[in-house]
Every structure is written in C-alpha cells, then in structure tokens.
C-alpha cells in the first residue's frame, strides 16, 4: 500500500515555473514506476509524465515536453514535477500517481488528493 501526498501548487504568472513534489509513505516506493496528471474543469484526466522506479526511464505527454521534467529521489520517498515556461493552459488540478507507467490512468492504483496550479496571462 502507498500514500501519497502533494504540494507545492500555487499561483504562477505565464513564463514562470513551479516546483511540485509528492511524498508518499510505504515501505516499497522505490519499486513502483511513478506518474503525474493533470485534471481541468470539464476535462477528462491528463497524463504528464512517468518515472520508473530505478530513474532511469522517463515519458512525458506531448503537450509538457521540453517544459516539464519528473525525478524521484527514492532514498526521501519523494517524487518531483518541475514546471517550467507555464502556459494557462497548465492551470488544473495535479495528482501524483503511483504503480503504474503507460499514460492511462486506469493503470495506477494509488493516487493522491491532487494540488491545484493556476497559471495567469
């Protein structure tokens, strides 16, 4: 079992970056390959980016490449989204996900409460 939690959401000017993290709790997090989505008001679930466990393996979302980047540090339990050159169209609610690695989110089986990003023109 894993729990997860984020933070770091807030409040960001078009341009400007924002750092997420999510902690999760649980004995095995290093061997669970990690994810990222994101939820607009009246949008379906988004994926933005995977890590596998070890690091190495990384897969973003086309609309995030080149802006945003995931780590893990597996030795704090923590994964990490790095948001750079934000758009509006970034602004929705961030959910951390745990388990799976493709881009459906059907195949992550822990999830976090989610932190909102809101990004102003």
């Known amino acids: 079992q894993v729990q997860l939690v984020e933070s770091g959401g807030g409040l960001a000017q078009a341009g400007g970056s924002l750092r997420l993290s999510c902690a999760a709790s649980?004995?095995?997090?290093?061997?669970?390959?990690m994810g990222w989505f994101r939820q607009a008001p009246g949008k379906e679930r988004e994926f933005v980016a995977s890590i596998k466990w070890s690091g190495s393996n990384t897969y973003y979302g086309d609309s995030v490449k080149g802006r945003f980047t995931i780590s893990r540090d597996n030795a704090e339990n923590t994964v990490y989204l790095q948001m750079n050159s934000l758009r509006p169209e970034d602004t929705a609610v961030y959910y951390c996900?745990?388990?799976?690695?493709?881009?459906?989110?059907?195949?992550?089986?822990?999830w976090g409460q989610g932190t909102q990003v809101t990004v102003s023109s």
């Open positions: 996900a745990a388990g799976g690695w493709g881009p459906k989110p059907y195949e992550y089986p822990y």
């Open positions: 649980g004995r095995t997090f290093s061997t669970y390959a």
